[in-house]
T-cell receptor, first 118, second 111 residues
Framework: KAGVTQTPRYLIKTRGQQVTLSCSPISGHRSVSWYQQTPGQGLQFLFEYFSETQRNKGNFPGRFSGRQFSNSRSEMNVSTLELGDSALYLC?????????????????FGPGTRLTVL | GQQLNQSPQSMFIQEGEDVSMNCTSSSIFNTWLWYKQDPGEGPVLLIALYKAGELTSNGRLTAQFGITRKDSFLNISASIPSDVGIYFCAGRDSGTYKYIFGTGTRLKVLA
């Protein structure tokens, strides 16, 4: 199976602009989560989508939004970019459910999108 | 945001030595995951644990799900230079189902 893919891998924007990042989960995975990773704050949870519905949300301002499509692909959008939004944005997919009675709560990460805000 | 306590934060070790790191939480977790991240890449899953007391190995790596469900450790035996990287633990909160990540252990191996 192909892994989690994210596009673009690198992005440079200026303050005030908006950006859309894309994530394609592993085939068959219905849960997609987004994280922001910075050297100072580590991995911070943004939100999780499951079957096109936002199931969980982290503590980020409303400028950060996301959505999931019927094929489980997901996008996240950041509006009115700030310098502090510069980070590695990671997407992770999860199969959910059980397999032979054993939980398959596992997240698989994509390579990330490196966003730089100037 | 909520994070796990992961220790040590960083360590330098000699090639061939064994390494141990652990994570503790104030919350009960249903799942513990261990990842390794190389610079500029996404974390790669090393080991997944689903049951209190479970001990699982993956090559030179061994991880355990603590009996209290509030901690986990990862051991790396006979370290090699390619073990260099940042190791993260993650737990799935049994109440919110969110994955919570540790602050990471930066491992440097001296040849």
């Amino acid at each position: 199976k192909a892994g989690v893919t994210q596009t673009p891998r690198y992005l440079i924007k200026t303050r005030g602009q908006q950006v859309t990042l894309s994530c394609s989960p592993i085939s068959g995975h219905r849960s997609v989560s987004w994280y922001q990773q910075t050297p100072g704050q580590g991995l911070q949870f943004l939100f999780e989508y499951f079957s096109e519905t936002q199931r969980n949300k982290g503590n980020f301002p409303g400028r950060f939004s996301g959505r999931q499509f019927s094929n489980s692909r997901s996008e996240m959008n950041v509006s009115t970019l700030e310098l502090g939004d510069s980070a590695l944005y990671l997407c992770a997919s999860s199969p959910e459910g059980t397999s032979g009675g054993r939980a398959t709560d596992t997240q698989y990460f994509g390579p990330g999108t490196r966003l730089t805000v100037l | 945001g909520q994070q796990l306590n992961q220790s040590p934060q960083s360590m330098f070790i000699q090639e061939g030595e064994d390494v141990s790191m652990n994570c503790t939480s104030s919350s009960i977790f249903n799942t513990w995951l261990w990842y390794k991240q190389d610079p500029g890449e996404g974390p790669v899953l090393l080991i997944a644990l689903y049951k209190a007391g479970e001990l699982t190995s993956n090559g030179r790596l061994t991880a355990q799900f603590g009996i209290t469900r509030k901690d986990s450790f990862l051991n790396i035996s006979a370290s090699i230079p390619s073990d260099v990287g940042i190791y993260f633990c993650a737990g799935r909160d049994s109440g919110t189902y969110k994955y919570i990540f540790g602050t990471g252990t930066r491992l440097k191996v001296l040849a």
